[in-house]
C-alpha cells in the first residue's frame, strides 16, 4: 500500500490543491517500511490526482480539499483522509492504527459527509468490487472518446443535479473549476464525452444514464458478516461510510446499510451508482 501526504516542513500541508510536495510512504504489514519526497511541479489539483495515480497512490492524507480535487482523486481510485493536521509521520501511523477521522471535502459545500476511516482489521475480499481505475467511475469508455480537447487540461465550471431538481454539487458555488485531463479516465465517461469537443465559454446541458455515470448499483456489492468478524464494527451505525480492506490490503470504501445484534451490511457501490445525473458544463479554459 502506499500513502501520499501533503507535505511542508515536517507537517500535513493544509491546502491539497497548492500543494507542492508530497511525502510518499510504502507501507507493508501495516507497518511502513520506507518514504520519500516528491514535487508535484506546480500541478493544478486535478493534475495531482494524475501525479499520484501514476506513482501507484492508494491513499492520501491532507489538511484542506475542495469537492473538485476530492472528486478527481476518486476517478483515480484513490481513497481520502481529509482534515489531518500536525506531523505528517504522526498522521500516517494514526491511519494504521484505525484513529484518523476523515472530514471529507472540508474546503466547499460538497454534498459527502465526512466519516471514519477506520479499518476494521479484517482483510475482506469484496467479491471482485474494483475500486481503483474506471470501475469507481461506472466502467471504461466502452471507445476511444475521440475531440478536440482529448489529451488535454481543461478547466470546466459545472453544477449537477438529480431527476428531481435537487443540486447534489457545484462548482460555482465552491468558485473554483474544475481542473482534469480530459479522455484521461479522472472522469465520469459521460462528462467527458460532454466536454470533449466543447469550445472555451460554450455552455452544455447534459442528462446522463448511470452507465454514462457510476454504473447501476450491483447486489454483489452488499455483504453481510457477524459482528465478531469485524473488531470495532459494533461502534459504527447504519448510514456510516467505513473503509474495510481488500485481499490486496487497500482500503475499500463502503457504506453501513443494516446492522443488528449479530450481524453488519455493508454496501460498496459508489454512493451514486444507479443514479440518472443531470450536468450544465461550462469549458473554462483549455491549458494545453
Not at 465526512?114 to 469507481?136: A, F, I, V
Not at 462528462?191 to 446522463?208: F, I, K, P, R, S
Not at 469485524?230 to 447504519?238: Q, R, T
Not at 446492522?259 to 445525473?277: P, Q, R, Y
Request: some cysteine.
Amino acid at each position: 500500500m502506499k500513502i501520499a501526504v501533503t507535505y511542508e516542513n515536517g507537517e500535513v500541508f493544509q491546502h491539497f490543491g497548492h500543494t507542492e510536495t508530497f511525502k510518499l510512504y510504502e507501507v507493508e504489514g501495516g507497518k511502513v517500511v520506507s518514504s520519500e519526497l516528491i514535487s508535484s511541479n506546480g500541478s493544478g489539483h486535478g493534475a495531482l490526482a494524475g501525479l499520484l495515480a501514476d506513482r501507484a497512490v492508494n491513499l492520501v492524507i491532507c489538511g484542506g480539499i475542495g469537492g473538485g480535487a476530492q472528486t478527481a482523486l476518486a476517478e483515480r481510485g484513490i481513497e481520502l483522509c481529509a482534515g489531518a493536521s500536525g506531523s505528517a509521520d504522526e498522521a500516517v501511523e494514526a491511519y494504521l492504527r484505525g484513529e484518523l477521522v476523515n472530514t471529507g471535502a472540508n474546503c466547499d459545500h460538497h454534498h459527502e459527509e465526512g466519516h471514519s476511516c477506520h479499518d476494521h482489521g479484517e482483510d475482506h475480499g469484496c467479491g471482485g468490487h474494483d475500486e481503483g481505475g474506471c470501475g469507481s467511475c461506472g466502467g471504461c469508455h466502452g471507445s476511444r472518446l475521440e475531440g478536440r480537447n482529448v489529451g488535454k487540461t481543461v478547466r470546466t465550471h459545472y453544477r449537477g443535479t438529480f431527476n428531481d431538481g435537487t443540486q447534489f454539487d457545484s462548482s460555482y458555488d465552491r468558485g473554483e473549476p474544475l481542473e482534469f485531463v480530459c479522455g484521461a479516465g479522472m472522469m465520469i465517461p459521460g462528462y467527458d464525452a460532454a466536454v470533449a469537443n466543447m469550445e472555451v465559454g460554450q455552455t452544455v446541458q447534459v442528462h446522463l444514464m448511470p452507465a454514462e455515470a457510476y454504473g447501476e448499483s450491483d447486489p454483489e456489492a452488499v455483504y453481510t458478516f457477524e459482528l465478531s468478524q469485524l473488531p470495532g464494527a459494533e461502534a459504527v451505525s447504519v448510514g456510516q461510510r467505513v473503509y474495510l480492506r481488500d485481499p490486496y490490503g487497500q482500503p475499500v470504501p463502503v457504506t453501513v446499510i443494516a446492522k443488528d445484534e449479530t450481524t453488519i451490511t455493508f454496501d460498496a457501490n459508489h454512493e451514486m451508482a444507479g443514479k440518472e445525473l443531470n450536468f450544465t458544463i461550462e469549458l473554462v479554459e483549455v491549458l494545453d
